[in-house]
């Protein structure tokens, strides 16, 4: 046999099949499952993907700014982005792959959870589909697309290499951990912040934030996560600019439950109580450290992103109840949250 070569044909035995001349198969035979996912990926997301610049004038005619990406989530014009990517400018111009270039207003931002909502001008955008970062599983394929220069999308492929992760936000006197951050080993670089984290069917599972510096990892990105407790911020910068929150006053992290009290209430995690800070609603409540949360406002809380998602405006200055298992008991406790400032 003479420049024969094996193929394996999917639903077939192994066929043996003539190489090209050239010695070259064809080019969709050469484009393997992984090839086809992250291209077909960046084609489906590339028009939804967007280069930021971004500025706020000066006197004497100069103005700062600064550069990034955006996504593309509303025909309209909504754009979702990072935080820290619009710091401290109001407007700028967004251009796409096609060379298109438009004027953008900052609707809100929200340094604690470092998300961005804009608004650029006119209509017939092409919107990225929003997915659920809480259905990513550690060693899936992820995609990061970004617009650095707005010439053409800056794609990189990877996995999810953890989650659960968490990072620190400030935004004046407040702070904040943003929750269940995705960490994957897809290469991001600075002008890919605000960027889309996409699953294989092309669904934006996070907002690429951040690159893990030294005595973290080389090579690590996080993305902020879409899930149900980002799409309600997502949706108040929308409507108001701005993200209110109700504080309790807690540090805390998830905690198993011991078997007996799973088997009660049906899951096997809390959120345990590391500090109480003093003198805030939660210190004047009675609540303690090592309690661990099992409901709040008789929600069920799993995580910490579950407290987070119940302290929404509508509990401010309202008597909730939070049920916390001491002790080897569950124990009711009765707090009034505050609006965090």
Known sequence: MSTMDLHLVEGDDFQVRPATASGEVLEAEALDAYSRIVTGVAEQLAPSVANLQVYRRLGG????????????????????????????TDKGEASFVDGSQVGLEVVGADELSDLA??????????????????????GQLVVAIGNPLGFGGSVTAGVVSALGRSFATRAGAASRLVENVIQTDAALHPGNSGGALVDSLGRVVGINTAVAGAGIGQGLGLAVPINEATRRIIVSLMRDGRVTRAYLGIAGGPRPLPPRLAREIGRDHGVEVVEVVAGSPAGRSGLRSEDIIIAIDSQDVRGMDDVQRLMDAAVIGRTIPITVYRHGRTVTVDVVPIELR
């Open 61 to 88: 005619g100069r103005r700062i700014g600064g550069s990034g990406s955006g996504v593309v989530i509303s025909p309209d014009g909504f754009l979702l982005t990072s935080a820290h990517v619009v710091s401290g």
């Open 117 to 138: 909502v804009l608004r650029a001008a006119g209509s017939g955008f092409s919107p990225a589909v929003l997915g659920d970062a809480s259905q990513l599983k550690v």
